[in-house]
């Protein structure tokens, strides 16, 4: 079974700490995403990779940045924290090197982040 | 650029048949439609995905009218531990776009 792990369920920052956002996947996938999740508004994403070292940017990637060093790995950064940054954030990833691949995402159990 | 739309919450009781019906009036050629379930706690997990008619497995059915403009996730004789909040996703081929809705709460009654 695949196992999408993220670092912290839950993380209390000030306002302007750099955030780090850890995520581990343990099936070898190409693509990897990041998520926030907020109440009516769903899932929206931030940034995803599908490769080490390459990343894209989804529909809200401003204030957020990312690392892929290795495949297994994926980090999202939060260069100056901010309080409407707060919500959960939630890791994905599947198989094959396109978004498009059809093949359904698996998600971490998500970490839930507070800036104060 | 699809727009997903789904109504925020249900209710049902047990042993009924929920339907969860999905807009997305933009959806094109391409795109496939994916439902996701997520429990209080943890993340989305797949139940199902589809391109048009008919998709069934073992937990669930999804149906796609010929337009592709909407779609709706069926539940089977509903229990206790169906209550979640269903997620429709459209994933676009163009423009590496993926859309969540914003999510059914789906309330399901002894």
């Known amino acids: 079974d695949v196992k999408v792990t993220q670092s912290s369920r839950y993380l209390v920052k000030r306002t302007g700490e750099k955030v780090f956002l850890e995520c581990v996947q343990d099936?070898?996938?190409?693509?990897m995403f990041w998520y926030r999740q907020d109440p009516g508004l769903g899932l929206r994403l931030i940034y995803f990779?599908?490769?080490?070292?390459?990343?894209e940017k989804g529909d809200i990637p401003e204030g957020y940045s990312v690392s892929r060093e290795k495949k297994e790995r994926f980090s999202l950064i939060l260069e100056s924290a901010s309080t409407n940054q707060t919500s959960m954030y939630l890791c994905?990833?599947?198989?094959?090197?396109?978004?498009?691949?059809?093949?359904?995402?698996?998600f971490g159990d998500g970490t839930r982040l507070s800036i104060l | 650029l699809a727009k997903t739309t789904q109504p925020i919450s249900m209710d049902s009781y047990e042993g009924q048949e929920v339907n969860i019906t999905c807009s997305h009036n933009?959806?094109?050629?391409?795109?496939?439609i994916t439902w996701y379930q997520q429990f209080p706690s943890q993340g989305p997990r797949f139940i199902i995905q589809?391109?048009?008619t008919k998709v069934t497995n073992e937990v669930a059915s999804l149906f796609i009218p010929a337009d592709r403009k909407s779609s709706t996730l069926s539940l089977p004789r509903v229990s206790l531990s169906d209550t979640a909040v269903y997620y429709c996703?459209?994933?676009?081929?163009?423009?590496?776009?993926?859309?969540f809705g914003g999510g059914t709460r789906v309330l399901v009654k002894p």
């Open positions: 589809g391109y048009k």
């Open positions: 994905a990833s599947t198989f094959l090197g396109q978004i498009y691949s059809n093949q359904p995402q698996h």
């Open positions: 099936m070898d996938h190409e693509n």
């Open positions: 996703l459209v994933e676009e081929a163009a423009g590496n776009k993926l859309t």
């Open positions: 990779s599908y490769d080490v070292k390459m990343k």
């Open positions: 933009n959806i094109a050629t391409n795109d496939y």
